[in-house]
């Protein structure tokens, strides 16, 4: 069964892939989010002529083989472009099996609980805090994530006093029954890292993701060493030398690879196997309603050393408005706080027709093919 055909669906936020092979079969994936007209590009100069012509069975092979290729050009692009072949082949395996993604990876269909991620900054402790009680109540979230300080911001909050009074507050309206996290996304040094992060304590907070520049492993490291609460990171990482002194180190008490970002499954699975080994949990990043959380889903019941919880972002339409319409059957449905990976082959999800008719089509193939 070799690749004849891969087709990429894009616009500048987000991107999908579909496999064809020789007989016919396909499956679908998606590219990371973000610049994703770009990554197409990458994916079509970069991915497809390794792809073509081979074995769509043997994932694991494609994906060792197309950065050795490409070892001239090992960052960030690559490896998003190369998510969206990994992950439409892990669908078209799943679909000639009758088996979800998550079986294949050895685990069970079922429920995974969500913790409730606020991207925005632009609102006030107050509002943050009555749209997360609201969300609560309607949907039975039993954990939240809020964003501190300011995005890169060199030791400064996103206004002053914010998250001051942000911490404090939520915990007083959510109440003790429920786990709160924060996210500094490369806010801090390590000196007021630490400071911020003994002020979340205070507040019962479990989780401070990325607290400080997420390169600078050794400040990460210093905080993670000087708090009790759990230093996390690594969302921005998709080298493997980079994973491997991060873990080897511990410069962060939980790792958070993005499927997205990290080319796909098999090296997200890498990852994630790596930080077993060392006795560390593995929260993964996903930060929007595009297949990433799907993704993070099916890992999540299938590896052993699978976080409390999956990243559920709460944005709508007024934030992401490229997020609407992407699916026919959204498999995003939030009952008691807790998201389903169904036993529907593959990823269970459709893309829209109607949104693959707006998108950018591009198309690599075998010369057989065109013909």
Not at 76 to 86: F, I, K, Q
Not at 134 to 145: C, E, H, S, Y
Request: with cysteine.
């Amino acid at each position: 069964m070799k690749i004849q055909r891969l087709e990429t669906y894009s616009n500048p936020f987000v991107g999908f892939v579909r496999v064809v092979t020789d007989d016919g079969a396909e499956g679908w994936g998606q590219l990371s989010n973000y610049h994703t007209d770009i990554t197409a590009t990458v994916f079509h100069r970069q991915i497809a002529p390794y792809a073509l012509g081979r074995d769509a069975s043997d994932i694991a092979a494609l994906v060792e083989l197309i950065p050795e290729r490409e070892h001239k050009f090992p960052g960030s692009y690559l490896y998003r472009a190369l998510t969206g072949l990994d992950t439409a082949l892990w669908d078209l395996k799943g679909r000639l099996a009758g088996r979800s993604v998550c079986e294949l990876l050895g685990g069970t269909p079922g429920p995974v609980r969500a913790y409730a991620s606020s991207m925005r900054r632009d609102i006030t402790p107050e509002a943050e805090a009555d749209r997360l009680e609201a969300l609560r109540d309607r949907f039975g979230f039993t954990a939240f994530k809020f964003r501190v300080g300011s995005e890169c911001g060199h030791d400064r909050d996103e206004w002053p006093g914010r998250t001051e009074a942000i911490a404090p507050l939520v915990r007083r309206r959510l109440g003790d029954g429920v786990d709160l996290l924060a996210d500094g996304n490369s806010c801090y040094s390590p000196q007021t890292a630490i400071s911020v992060g003994r002020m979340l304590q205070d507040s019962g907070i479990r989780h401070f993701e990325e607290p400080c520049p997420y390169w600078e492993l050794e400040w990460t490291k210093q905080v993670a060493d000087a708090l009790a609460l759990d230093v996390t990171g690594g969302e921005q990482d998709c080298y493997m030398p980079i994973w491997r002194q991060m873990i080897a180190m511990r410069t962060v008490d939980v790792v958070q690879p993005d499927v997205c970002y990290m080319g796909g499954m098999v090296r997200t699975l890498e990852v994630a196997r790596l930080a077993e080994a060392a006795g560390m949990p593995c929260t993964p990043h996903c930060a929007n309603l595009s297949m990433v959380t799907l993704f993070t889903m099916h890992l999540l019941r299938a590896i052993g050393n699978a976080g409390p919880y999956v990243e559920f972002s709460i944005e709508g339409a007024d934030y992401y408005p490229w997020q609407e319409g992407l699916f026919r059957n959204s498999p995003y449905a939030v009952v008691d706080g807790h998201v389903t990976v169904s036993d529907a082959p593959g990823w269970g999800v459709e893309i829209a027709p109607e949104w693959l008719a707006s998108a950018d089509r591009q198309v690599s193939s075998e010369p057989a093919a065109v013909a």
